[in-house]
């Protein structure tokens, strides 16, 4: 059987069955993917990572279609939205993809299947950022505040030198290999090398049972930090590149916002949380312990977007106010059958290797065969690591491992690659430059865990005690 007849079987009878096959076709490569990278002791997330490099590849070769939909990613949200405002559809794809990518995609997408590749393509869309969200809403919930607090300095130090020194050496490098190039190129290039992609560096902690060790504290702060600084700093690039010259009141407007979401978020969450739980007090505790979180979350998260910031703040921020002690009107949250962290852990589990895989699915191995790509995205790969290695000496104190902070900031993720699409869209980067970056992204994404792992793997003991005392 072939694939059309494959998904045409699968779809008989229900609209939404050939989501049900795409969705559990992912599923079960992320099962693969953790079994193996736990039999050869790495974190899951990398088996994970490279199961959607292997599936979106070997399957999209073999003729797989359903993968030439899922690999494009952030070209086919970035189509839809250009389509639906009355722009060109050949124009548009040959501007996203290219003009054999582009009349490759349509070939695609106007088959008789096509309708069904798009559904699952969104499907999997959402469920894997619904996956990111319930990632970071599980980091916050195990994130102790006073903790936090406690290397509030090292985070702002780490997020600073995280963002600056990879601009930095992302212009020089790009301006030394493309001396042609605008300088508004070189600024861009070196904006993407300074984001932070927090999920892929929280899943790795999270397998180690690193996630409450100090060091795990330290990256979590500086990345939503460095999450409102690269804010600004594309802010900044976007207006050169748009204006030709720095647009004062959108940078302090984007600062505003941000700052005045973070303190609105610490002072008013938890009285929105008691508002809630008041709300839905008639419930049980169960149904209580679900839906008020899960309202608290997606509100935060939404809050977040709307003032410029990426949706996992606001989940992270969610966890990290939500606590088990304010369901106290159901009696001892000691005695409660289940906690917060243990409701949620089945979506989490469910929904995160969504993600993983794909962003290994929307890796393009094709694209490296160019000699000047190659060359562009070593140099890049160079940069972005030396850049947030260094991030590590904003640490003070002889007793934390600097290099593993420096290490916990480098994956780019789709953060990166939303980056680059940006740029992409403002045609300040070309096709080889993004090709670059994207590699760039795989590179920091895939090598993050187990130097993670080689350098977090002792000490728990000590750690555990040292985070009791200080949750006390």
Same mark, same amino acid.
């Given at each position: %059987?072939?694939?059309?007849?494959?998904?045409?079987?699968?779809?008989?009878?229900?609209?939404?069955?050939?989501?049900?096959?795409?969705? @559990?076709?992912?599923?079960?490569?992320?099962?693969?993917?953790?079994?193996?990278?736990?039999?050869? =002791?790495?974190?899951?997330?990398?088996?994970?990572?490279?199961?959607?490099?292997?599936?979106?590849?070997?399957?999209?070769?073999?003729?797989?279609?359903?993968?030439?939909?899922?690999?494009?990613?952030?070209?086919?949200?970035?189509?839809?939205?250009?389509?639906?405002?009355?722009?060109?559809?050949?124009?548009?794809?040959?501007?996203?993809?290219? @003009?054999?990518?582009?009349?490759?995609?349509?070939?695609?997408?106007?088959?008789?299947?096509?309708?069904?590749?798009?559904?699952?393509?969104?499907?999997?869309?959402?469920?894997? *950022?619904? $996956?990111?969200?319930?990632?970071?809403?599980?980091?916050?919930?195990? @994130?102790?505040?006073?903790?936090? *607090?406690?290397?509030?300095?090292?985070?702002?130090?780490?997020?600073?030198? $995280?963002?600056?020194?990879?601009?930095?050496?992302?212009?020089?490098?790009?301006?030394?290999?493309?001396?042609?190039?605008?300088?508004?190129? /070189?600024?861009?290039?070196?904006?993407?090398?300074?984001?932070?992609?927090?999920?892929?560096?929280?899943?790795?902690?999270?397998?180690?049972?690193?996630?409450?060790?100090?060091?795990?504290?330290?990256?979590?702060?500086?990345?939503?930090?460095?999450?409102?600084?690269? !804010?600004?700093?594309?802010?900044?690039?976007?207006?050169?590149?748009?204006?030709?010259?720095?647009?004062?009141?959108?940078?302090? =407007?984007? %600062?505003?916002?941000?700052?005045?979401?973070?303190?609105?978020?610490?002072?008013?969450?938890?009285?929105?949380?008691?508002?809630?739980?008041? %709300? !839905?007090? +008639?419930? #049980?505790?169960?149904?209580?312990?679900?839906?008020?979180?899960?309202?608290?979350?997606?509100? !935060?998260?939404?809050?977040? +977007?709307?003032?410029?910031?990426?949706?996992?703040?606001?989940?992270?921020?969610?966890?990290?106010?939500?606590?088990?002690? /304010?369901?106290?009107?159901? $009696?001892? /949250?000691?005695? /409660?059958?289940?906690?917060?962290?243990?409701?949620?852990?089945?979506?989490?589990?469910?929904?995160?290797?969504?993600?993983?895989?794909?962003?290994?699915?929307?890796?393009?191995?094709?694209?490296?065969?160019?000699? +000047?790509?190659?060359?562009?995205?070593?140099?890049?790969?160079?940069?972005?690591?030396?850049?947030?290695?260094?991030?590590? !000496?904003?640490?003070?104190?002889?007793?934390?491992? *600097?290099?593993?902070?420096?290490?916990?900031?480098?994956?780019?993720?789709?953060?990166?690659?939303?980056?680059?699409?940006?740029?992409? #869209?403002?045609?300040?980067?070309? =096709?080889?430059?993004?090709?670059?970056?994207?590699?760039?992204?795989?590179?920091?994404?895939?090598?993050?865990?187990?130097?993670?792992?080689?350098?977090? $793997?002792?000490?728990?003991?000590? =750690?555990?005690? *040292?985070?009791?005392?200080?949750?006390?």
């Amino acid at each position: %059987m072939d694939q059309e007849q494959a998904i045409a079987t699968v779809s008989h009878g229900d609209p939404i069955a050939p989501v049900i096959f795409g969705v @559990t076709l992912i599923l079960i490569s992320a099962l693969i993917g953790r079994i193996i990278a736990r039999r050869v =002791r790495q974190p899951s997330v990398l088996g994970e990572l490279i199961m959607g490099v292997l599936l979106g590849n070997l399957l999209y070769f073999f003729g797989f279609d359903l993968m030439g939909v899922l690999r494009e990613g952030i070209a086919y949200t970035e189509l839809s939205k250009l389509v639906l405002s009355g722009a060109s559809l050949d124009g548009t794809l040959a501007e996203l993809m290219g @003009t054999e990518r582009g009349e490759k995609f349509l070939e695609i997408i106007q088959s008789p299947q096509g309708t069904e590749y798009i559904a699952v393509a969104q499907a999997v869309d959402v469920f894997s *950022r619904y $996956g990111v969200i319930f990632l970071l809403f599980h980091v916050g919930l195990d @994130t102790c505040v006073n903790e936090l *607090r406690s290397v509030g300095a090292d985070s702002l130090r780490v997020a600073i030198i $995280g963002v600056a020194a990879p601009f930095l050496l992302g212009f020089a490098v790009t301006w030394f290999l493309t001396p042609d190039a605008p300088h508004a190129q /070189h600024m861009f290039l070196g904006a993407t090398l300074g984001a932070t992609s927090i999920g892929i560096t929280a899943r790795v902690l999270q397998d180690l049972n690193q996630h409450r060790c100090q060091e795990a504290q330290i990256i979590v702060g500086a990345a939503v930090m460095d999450d409102v600084l690269g !804010l600004v700093m594309l802010a900044i690039v976007s207006g050169i590149v748009v204006t030709g010259s720095v647009e004062i009141n959108e940078i302090v =407007r984007t %600062m505003l916002l941000a700052s005045l979401f973070i303190i609105s978020v610490l002072y008013l969450g938890p009285h929105i949380i008691q508002i809630l739980i008041k %709300m !839905l007090r +008639n419930m #049980n505790v169960l149904e209580a312990k679900l839906f008020v979180p899960f309202i608290f979350v997606m509100l !935060l998260a939404w809050l977040a +977007n709307l003032v410029g910031l990426a949706t996992i703040v606001g989940a992270f921020a969610a966890g990290l106010l939500l606590l088990d002690s /304010h369901f106290k009107a159901w $009696g001892d /949250h000691r005695r /409660h059958k289940y906690s917060i962290k243990e409701l949620f852990a089945p979506l989490e589990a469910i929904l995160v290797p969504v993600f993983f895989v794909l962003m290994g699915i929307q890796v393009k191995l094709e694209t490296f065969l160019d000699w +000047n790509v190659v060359l562009l995205s070593v140099a890049l790969i160079l940069v972005a690591v030396i850049g947030k290695v260094v991030a590590g !000496l904003g640490v003070l104190g002889t007793d934390l491992k *600097r290099l593993a902070v420096g290490v916990g900031m480098m994956p780019r993720g789709e953060v990166g690659l939303v980056f680059a699409s940006i740029g992409i #869209n403002l045609n300040v980067i070309d =096709r080889s430059m993004f090709s670059a970056v994207v590699l760039m992204v795989i590179v920091t994404t895939l090598a993050t865990p187990p130097i993670l792992k080689a350098l977090l $793997g002792q000490g728990e003991a000590a =750690r555990q005690a *040292r985070f009791k005392k200080l949750c006390e």
